[in-house]
């Protein structure tokens, strides 16, 4: 069955630096598309980024870009996002989401199976 | 502000049918599919309902998706304690800077 286990989260000082993993088993991680969604506290879901199955595409949210990068290793059937420049309202639960990476004529498919979601906390 | 709009709460008693409903653009429920999300109280979110209508497997019939232009809706039927969660509707939008993935605000259904 799929599973999808977040790490990496942890309390950081407003522009520290952190970097999140997301291990992926029973799928062929390398044909997937990657997704990071967060939460805040109390809030709803915001999209935060997402890698193509090989990672020859990246997408972020504006509210990351330029701070954070998204990136996968295939041989380690592992997902990554480095945080860099965090600021308060960075603070959230952060998702990796498993995507088919695929499109037919009605549109894009979209993330199908969730990680459980590891804390964020930027604070002095 | 989300790009997509929901309401922010709904109810029912138990047996009754409630629809939450999703507005978005032709950028991205236009053009894309819906994809809805079930998030239990204190869990991950959890997939409802893909590509607007279907239901993946061990979803109950009792949810159904829908969709027409660029709006959706979550159906759910034969109300149960159980359903009480927060729903999110979710597409991919084509915009200009760019694709991205959009989200509703959510919606916090009580099962009164």
């Known amino acids: 069955q799929v599973q999808l286990v977040e790490s990496g989260g942890g309390v950081v000082q407003p522009g520290g630096s952190l970097r999140l993993s997301c291990a992926a088993s029973?799928?062929?991680?390398?044909?997937?598309?990657m997704h990071w969604v967060r939460q805040a506290p109390g809030k709803g879901l915001e999209w935060v980024a997402f890698?193509?199955?090989?990672?020859?595409?990246?997408y972020y949210a504006d509210s990351v870009k330029g701070r954070f990068t998204i990136s996968r290793d295939n041989s380690k059937n592992t997902l990554y996002l480095q945080m860099n420049s965090l600021r308060a309202e960075d603070t959230a639960v952060y998702y990796c989401?498993?995507?088919?990476?695929?499109?037919?004529?009605?549109?894009?498919?979209?993330?199908?199976?969730w990680g459980q979601g590891t804390l964020v906390t930027v604070s002095s | 502000q989300s790009v997509l709009t929901q309401p922010p709460s709904a109810s029912g008693t138990p047996g009754q049918r409630v629809t939450i409903s999703c507005s978005g653009s032709s950028s991205n429920i236009g053009s894309n599919y819906v994809y809805w999300y079930q998030q239990l109280p204190g869990t991950a979110p959890k997939l409802l309902i893909y590509?607007?209508?279907q239901r993946p497997s061990g979803v109950p019939d009792r949810f159904s998706g829908s969709k027409s232009g660029t709006s959706a809706s979550l159906a759910i039927s034969g109300l149960r304690s159980e359903d009480e969660a927060d729903y999110y509707c979710a597409a991919w939008d084509d915009s200009l800077s760019g694709p991205d993935v959009v989200f509703g605000g959510g919606t916090k259904l009580t099962v009164l």
């Open positions: 029973g799928f062929t991680f390398s044909s997937y598309g």
């Open positions: 890698i193509r199955y090989d990672g020859s595409n990246k």
């Open positions: 989401a498993k995507d088919p990476d695929y499109y037919d004529s009605s549109g894009y498919y979209l993330m199908d199976y």
């Open positions: 590509r607007n209508n």
